[in-house]
C-alpha cells in the first residue's frame, strides 16, 4: 500500500464523529463570524502555549503580516528572515511594505543562523523574523540576545512548531509576537486557510483585533485606523476546539515515529534532522547528495515525501531584491532535503518501508 507524504482528511476522519457535532453546531448556531468559537479558540489556544492574548486570523501569512503591522513595522524597514522557508514567511513582510532581507540558517538545526543575523543588521533593521522550522526551535536566547541589543521587534514564525519547546518553555513565548497557521497539513490543522497570533502584549492584542476586522476597535462599527478582513470563522475554529486537546498525543506520536526512524535509518548513509527535546516534527527532513533520484526511488516503493523548500527563497524574483549574498547553506539544504511520512495518520508503518526500499538503493 502506498505511503502518502501527508494525509490531512485521515486526521479529519479519526475525529469525525466529534468535528460533525461542533461543525452542526455552529451551522444551527446565530453567529458565522466571530462568535464563540472563535473567541473559545482564541483562549484555550492561547493557554495551550501559556500567553494571556490570542487572535485569530484567516491565515499563517496573515498572522505574520498582521503582526508586522500591528509592531509598526512598514516602508522603509528591513525584517531579517531565513531564506530556507516557505515563500509566506517573506511575503508576509513584503504585504506590509517593508524588505525581507534573507539570511543564512545553521546547517545543523536549519533554522536562522544568529552569527548570520547579527552581520544583517542595518540602519534599517525593525524586526526579526526566526521560523522554527519543521518543528525544531530556532536559536531564540541568541537571536532575542541580538534584538535587544538593537532594540527590534521579534515575531516568532510558529506556522511548523504547534506545541514545540525550547529548554521547557513554549516556542512562540520568546518574541513580541508569534504567527501560527492551521494549514491542513500542520501538527494543528483545519479543513481550509487560518490562524492566529499569541502574544503577551495585551495593546498590541487589541491593535490585531482591529486590524483583523476593518480597523473596529468595539462593537460600534467604526474604523479608528487601516483594518482588512482578515478574520479565522467559526466552521474552522469549532473544528480547532476538537483537534487541539489531541495535539499534544499528535506530537508525541510524531516524536516516537522520530525515534523509529532514526533507529531504522542510522546506518543508510542518509543525513537525519537534528534532536531536541521540545521539537515536535511538523516534517521529518533528511538530506541525501541525490535527492531526486532518492525520492523518485521512494516513489516507486510506494513512499511519497516532499521537498520543503527548493529553491531558497533568495533565488525567487519576488525576494532577490533582499538577499544578503550568497547563502550557501541554504542553497546546500535546499538541494538536499527531503521530507519523509512522519504524520502519525499515515507514518505507523513509513520507517520500517522506507528502511525497506533504501536497500534497493545504492548510496
Ligand atoms: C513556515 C511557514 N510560514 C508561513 C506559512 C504560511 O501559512 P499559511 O499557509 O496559513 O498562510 C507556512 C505554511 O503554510 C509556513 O510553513
Redesign the pocket.
Known sequence: MTIPQAAPPRRIARFREEIDRAVASVLGGSTYILGQAVADFEAAFAASAGQPHGVGVA??????ALALRALGIGPGDEVIAPAL??A??AQ?VLQCGALPRLVDVDPVTRCLDPARVAEAVGARTAAILP?H?FGHPADMPALMKIAEHHGLAVIE?C??CHGASLAGRPLGSFGHAA?Y???PT?NLGCVG???AILTRDAALADRLRALRHYGFAGPERVSRGLGFNARLDEIQAAILLVLLPHLEAGNAERRAIAARYRACLSLSGLGLPPEAPGHVYHQFAVTHPERDRLMRHLAEAGIGTAVHYAPGLHRHPAFREGATGPLPVTDALAATLLSLPIQPEVADEAPARVAQALRGFSL
Open positions: 491565515s499563517g501569512t496573515e498572522a505574520l522557508t516557505f509566506g514567511t508576509a521560523v522550522l514564525d506556522a511548523q504567527a497557521s492551521f494549514y500542520k486557510d487560518g490562524g
